[in-house]
């Protein structure tokens, strides 16, 4: 398993990203409403970590369940 960690400085949130189940599907990208995804090389990256509301959106559109949030 290759994860990707992003944690918030300012908030204590954490989001892992399993880069070898993302598979680039976008879904994550396009439900997140404060657009802290992106896609980067065909992964999903967590760019603005800080601007997430912690509505878990992300992990529940994520097909694969390539996405973990301490939140949720």
Not at 48 to 62: K, L, P, T
Request: aromatic share 2%; charged share 30%; net charge negative.
């Amino acid at each position: 398993m290759v994860t990707k960690s992003y944690e918030s400085q300012t908030k204590g949130v954490k989001i892992d990203v399993d880069q070898e189940l993302c598979k680039g599907l976008n879904d994550c990208v396009e439900v997140c409403p404060v657009d802290v995804f992106d896609l980067i090389d065909g992964k999903a990256v967590a760019s603005r970590i800080d601007d997430c509301i912690e509505c878990c959106q992300c992990v529940d559109a994520c097909p694969e369940g390539a996405i973990k949030h301490s939140s949720c």
